[in-house]
């Protein structure tokens, strides 16, 4: 087994147990327990894990937060940035919608355009505009992710293999210069990339808590984004790199009830 293959089996049992053992991993790898420290080593190095006596643990940056919690952190700043990508949105257009709670606040924002087709991944966004007579609605099949109630695996991914739209809007966990767009679940991020691919015009919807994090799994690289929605809070540095790689950057400030 090549060594990234068992940094993919560490990554899936960390995220199913929140912690491995080197003693449990050199047996499930077949490997020795040199090996794996060397392993846990290098995928510390590189942000995936923080090693502790004995074995590894999630980073904080890979930690996943319930999805209904995540609704309601940095709400604000979520529902200006949906707003404004709305924006980009016209009558007759063919979009693809990717998961998260931003999309879905996105998702509502839209609601008034006319003659859309919407294809997604996310049974929460999908729910949310069945009953629209104007909306050609198109669900991605595959597995269900229960934590966000996405689709992904095989049947999804062969699913985009002929599906093509005129704009794709996505969420991510992670903005960062080297790795571009990360995102957590390895299935869900598989999804997104394809999406990525075959979307004329990407936009990125990203709040600023979520500026130099780097997740597992890349959906894209900053050049294949054409445009980046974001707040005024956002790492003005990294901005100005992003810019520099001809991504339109749209900064929205934030209004907060007094």
Known sequence: ???????????????????????????????????????????????????????????????????????????????????????????????????GTTALLFIREILNKRNLTIVTNSLPIANEIIDFSDFEVIIIGGQVRKNEKSLFGPLAYRGIEKIYVDKGFFGVSGVDIQAGFTNIHMGESEVSRLMIQHSKKNIVMADSSKFNIVSMNQIASIEQVDVLVTDEKADKALLKQIIEKNVEVIIETIQHDD
């Open 1 to 99: 087994m090549l060594p990234q293959d068992r940094h993919r089996e560490i990554m899936k049992q960390l995220y199913e147990f929140q912690t491995v053992k080197i003693s449990s991993l050199s047996k499930m790898l077949n490997v020795t327990r040199e090996t794996v420290r060397k392993d846990l080593y290098d995928m510390e190095e590189k942000g995936l894990v923080r090693k502790v006596h004995g074995g590894a643990v999630l980073n904080k940056a890979n930690l996943e937060i319930n999805y209904a919690d995540r609704k309601s952190a940095n709400e604000a700043e979520k529902r200006s940035i949906a707003k404004r990508a709305s924006d980009f949105v016209e009558n007759g257009d063919t979009l693809y919608v990717d998961y």
